[in-house]
């Protein structure tokens, strides 16, 4: 009777001790309400025009592995940060050339010179210069593809349908970049961009 009377003090004391915690827990919770028409796309900045490096090398004819119009392509060689097309003639788009329901697909084999493991992956994609903040700034990114294999993607104009958020605004011009994110090394390769 003793042992069931100590039993039960503890359960009391112990209940009484987690109330008040619960109770607490309970009172900060909030409640956040998000209206997905007002979210902001996400963009990255990439980096800087001093930061380029490689070359781009148009001399290479590639038989275009995209399906649709196409936009333009960029051979790239030995970039160890960035590479854009940023300085190419003819090597970009507005987003006034697309259709509201388009959007566009980079296609195209990028390899690190670190290897093809799958760790080792390459980000590519569309950009945009800041002028104001003097940056390319990367659309719906990051975007990777697996070194050493051919891979594709659709950058939407606007994504899931939201007229309210464009990818790509219709005066804007858009480039191709390609950058080497890890440590080391450098990569290469050959981008397609067209209208998917």
Known sequence: MKNRNLMCFALVCLL?????IVAFAEENIDIIEVNPDTLVRF????????????????KLLVAPLAVGDI???MTAERVTQLLTTYNSPGKYFTGGELDWDEG???AGTVTSSLGTAPHHKVKVGVCYYDAATDTFVSVD?????????????????????????PNFYNQEKYYGHITNWMQGGYVYGTLTFSIA
């Open 16 to 20: 009484m001790i987690s109330l008040p």
């Open 141 to 165: 990114g990051p975007n990777y593809f697996q070194s050493g294999k051919f891979s594709s993607i659709v950058i939407e104009k606007f994504p899931d349908g939201q007229l309210s958020r």
């Open 71 to 73: 936009l333009f392509s």
């Open 104 to 106: 566009v697909r980079i």
């Open 43 to 58: 963009e990255e900045v990439i980096g800087t025009p001093d930061m380029q490096t490689g070359e781009l090398n148009d």
